[in-house]
């Protein structure tokens, strides 16, 4: 589980932003800090995985916090979340090491797609081995697709992106799912859902598993080891 800490000065913002991240397979909230000095004593207590940070906080600017977190945690990451827009801005925190850089306002969606990439890119590339091949960089800067790997070109309608949200939501779950579960935590239709799932078997990403019962067997599909 990838423990996150939210970090912004309005109290509203900060329980939605919760709210989204707790309806994130894979995530939880460990903690919320409303200015600067108090998210240094929340990542230094809490050591997260991710922190959430807005740049506009009352004591201190978040770019100038990002150091000082890191300091108390240093295998930290970033992800902004703010109103401002000012080119120098995003490029202040680009060279600061961010994951990403959200724009408020945003929508559960998008704030959704940054962490299942977060989760497959960054976690997977500390996690998955001792050598990364040029693909794991790819993905961790944006850059992955099935062409880019190799892969067959995905079915029409659909997209990369929903591709990652169903291998993420393989990645979460205990065990195997089903097309109509993997549709239900998406927000998408079964027959969406099963398209990816049997493009990722044919990929050799998944195996399928047959439960039978009344009827027709239940295909279910769980991530290979």
Known sequence: MIKVLIVDDDFMVAKVHAGFIQRTPGFTVVGV?????????????????????DIHLPDINGL????????????????????????ETVRKALRGGIVHYLIKPFSQKDLHERLEHY??????????????EQADVNRVFGLDSAGAQGGRPLPKGCSVETLKLV?????????DLSANEVAVQL???????????????????????????????????????
């Open 33 to 53: 800090a409303h200015t600067g000095a108090q998210a240094v004593v929340e990542t230094e207590r809490l050591q997260p995985d991710l922190v959430l940070l």
């Open 119 to 132: 989760r497959s890119a960054y976690q997977g590339l500390d996690s998955s081995k001792d050598v990364a």
């Open 187 to 225: 927000g998408t239709s079964r027959v969406s859902a099963r398209r990816y799932l049997e493009y990722l078997h044919a990929e050799g990403v998944l195996e399928v598993r047959l439960k039978y019962g009344v009827g027709r067997p239940e295909r279910r599909y769980v991530l290979k080891v």
């Open 64 to 87: 100038d916090l990002m150091q000082r977190l890191r300091d108390v945690a240093p295998e930290l990451d970033v992800l902004v979340i703010s109103a401002a827009r000012e080119v």
């Open 167 to 175: 291998k993420g939501a393989l990645t979460a779950a205990d065990g």
